[in-house]
């Protein structure tokens, strides 16, 4: 007598519903999106004197626009309890009691929450964060809606956001359903810098948030942007700014001439909006403009110098233009920001937990696991590479940085560092000199003041008038400008670099350091015609560094070379991402099989939008999506795998995906 749920996680709770008081004291510290949906359940025992038992699963995707939407997926989980017959009984003896479904509010910050009871009546109501209740409200559910489509959406392949025992299932599955999210996008699309924005935003608007994000991804995944521009042009009637949404889906339309008129229009309205003068600067950019796009993009510097991206943007244009020493110089100048982690609450650790896989998966011989064993053992070296850890706006930053290295070398960019950053043993030098300067200047004072004291007689002196003209300024000041003198004389133009981003040289360094080890030692073996043998975990790694270094060739080796090893989705997945840049069709649709049917394992039960829907989706631009159907027909694949890839080209036939009708 089975008392867990079938193909659904659960973790089971210590205390009854400890995990909803958990996630009530938590409310408090969210500060963005907020984290999954939880769905509780409480299960009793058809035997008297059976304890009552808690469990718990993270869920998305699921319809909160209303108490009754949540109330059919608890009463769904009603039909999947295990009802494997024991030796003696024809049928379970447990059943679900009732059930609470908690979704975040992100708008309000308040926590949505029906309850059910089976049978019998639903009940609904929101939490605040001093954990009162109150009557949820048409609004509240509207704005908890658009929160939970939006944290699936964006977080549905965030690496940060990754949790065991995660169910994840579509939150648009049909056109009813996008027209219904577009509608709710733009009555609330004025209070989306409510909700946050990426880590290298430091102030939310109405252009940069979480609201903005989440709708071109959506639409950007599936290259599908003629609804994205039809609700702009509406809401561009009420703020010029949102034409730099407007424009760049006209761009990515390839209709540019009427994304130039929208700027055009809109910079002559409001010429200080940044994301204005950045579509513009990315368009020229695109056609190889790079002067004049370096003209608005020092522009957007002076408009907004305390945003990240304004100096990251020029900093791209230097690089384009191939001014490094300037490139260097302007990142040194960007504003840091400390990240911020994903909304995520601490849970009390469960009594067991259920993890299971469904018999399709098992059965159809493609499922891989991660295989703790030899192969996931790897050199310390490589592991401890500091690069991997960096987030947000130094995360961004370093990608600049290797980016200048991928363009100049490394000892191009230490020479170049050294000519407009001042180095340690320069500024010890003139530190020095400046201190000795101080001491001679000092030592003339008192030699100078001993001989007027000698010579002073007792008259009464004559006391000068007050001037007003010259601020007075203290013996210590003048010394320290005179100091300063010397010191910016001797140093030039040069500036002291950031301590950020000279901690960033030194991961750079690190990098680089094992990326050469590996490509001499690599070369080494070949010549000697011995194979070059590393750990499946030490190849995942490796391929990390490359793509971070800017040689793709590279990672996609050591990536492959890893899959020799052991399965690693990760290395699928960029793999995938290789396979579809290049065309390889054939290659990109075994890695979206393989990743489908992990996915499929571990609860991923969404179709879109994936990162795996992405690639197939520009694949389907290049080749047509009947060509697709026919190479995965021809792979021959167990009619269950069959059935869950061909999901990925239902969805592009039924939102009418650019090359569905090829």
């Known amino acids: 007598m089975a008392d867990t749920l079938k193909d659904i996680p659960e973790f089971f709770e210590t205390e009854l519903g400890e995990s909803i008081i958990a996630r009530t004291d938590a409310l408090g510290s969210f500060r963005e999106l907020g984290p999954p949906d939880l769905c509780h359940i409480i299960k009793v025992n058809a035997k008297p004197g059976v304890k009552e038992i808690g469990s718990y699963h993270y869920i998305s995707g699921v319809d909160s626009s209303s108490s009754a939407s949540l109330a059919v997926y608890l009463n769904s989980l ?5 009802d494997t017959q024991s030796w003696f009984t024809k049928s379970n003896a447990w059943r679900i009691r009732s059930g609470i479904y908690c979704c975040f509010n992100a708008f309000s910050r308040v ?33 908890t809606y658009l929160s939970a489509v939006l944290r699936s959406i964006l977080y549905s392949d965030d690496h940060y956001y990754r949790l065991a025992g995660y169910r994840k299932v579509d939150p648009i599955m049909n056109l009813a359903s996008e027209k219904k999210f577009l ?41 599908r942007f003629a609804p994205a521009i039809e609700l702009f042009e509406k809401l561009h009637q009420k703020d010029p700014e949102v034409g730099a949404l407007l424009a760049k889906t006209y761009i990515d339309q390839n209709e540019e001439i009427k994304a130039i008129k929208v700027l055009y229009h809109d910079l002559e309205l409001n010429s200080m909006s940044y994301p204005l003068l950045h579509v513009q600067v990315d368009f020229l950019r695109s056609k190889g403009e790079f ?73 159809s011989g493609i499922m891989e696991e991660d295989t703790a064993g030899r192969e996931s053992e790897a050199d310390s070296q490589i592991t401890r590479l500091p690069a991997p850890s960096l987030h947000g706006t130094f995360a961004k930053a370093y990608s600049l940085l290797t980016r200048l290295t ?60 007050a001037s007003v003209e010259k601020k007075p300024t203290t013996a210590a000041e003048e010394d320290e400008e005179q100091e300063q003198k010397e010191v910016s004389f001797s140093f030039g133009n040069k500036r002291l670099c950031e301590r950020w981003l000279d901690n960033l040289f030194m991961v750079l360094y690190e990098d680089l350091r094992v990326y050469t080890f590996w490509r001499t030692e690599a070369a080494h073996y070949r010549a000697q015609k011995i194979a070059y043998r590393k750990t499946g975990t030490e190849w995942e790694l490796l391929g990390d560094l490359g793509l971070r270094l800017w040689h793709e060739k590279e990672a996609k080796e050591a990536y492959e070379l890893c899959l020799d090893y052991k399965f690693s989705a990760k290395a699928w997945m960029k793999l995938l991402e290789i396979y579809a840049k290049e065309g390889n069709t054939q290659k990109a649709l075994l890695a979206a099989v393989k990743l489908t049917v992990y996915h499929e394992r571990w609860y991923h039960e969404i179709v879109y939008p994936t990162e795996i829907a992405c690639n197939l989706n520009s694949l389907i631009r290049k080749v047509g999506l009947s060509k697709m159907q026919n190479i995965l027909t021809s792979m021959n694949l167990p009619k269950s795998v069959q059935k869950l890839m061909t999901r990925y080209f239902d969805y592009g036939e039924l939102f009418q995906v650019e090359g569905y009708e090829l």
């Open 291 to 363: 002067d004049m796009a370096l003209k608005l993009a020092k522009y957007a510097v002076d408009t907004t110098p305390s945003e990240y991206l304004t100096w990251a943007k020029l900093t791209e244009v230097y690089i384009d233009l191939c001014d490094y020493k300037s490139a260097l110089l302007t990142l040194n100048s960007c504003p840091m920001f400390t990240f911020n982690e994903r909304d995520l609450h601490r849970m009390p650790p469960s009594l067991k937990t259920h993890l299971p896989i469904k018999p399709d998966i098992i059965s």
């Open 406 to 465: 991928n363009a100049l070398g490394w000892d191009e960019l230490l020479l170049c560092r050294s000519q407009v950053f001042v180095m340690e043993e320069e500024y010890r030098v003139h530190k020095a000199k400046a201190a000795d300067h101080r001491k001679s200047m000092n030592k003339e004072e008192d030699d100078e003041l001993g001989q007027k004291l000698k010579e002073m007689n007792l008259t009464e002196p004559k006391i000068p008038e």
């Open 111 to 143: 926590d949505v929450r029906v309850e059910v009871k089976i049978p019998g009546g639903v009940e609904s109501y929101y939490v605040d964060i001093r954990g009162e209740r109150h009557e949820a409200t048409a609004e509240i559910w509207q704005e």
């Open 78 to 82: 009603t039909y999947s309890m295990d």
């Open 183 to 223: 509608e709710v996008v733009e009555s609330l699309f004025w209070k989306g810098w409510q909700l946050g924005s990426k880590p290298e935003i430091q102030v939310a608007t109405s252009v940069h948030n979480h609201l903005t994000d989440g709708i071109m991804k959506y639409f950007a995944d599936s290259f």
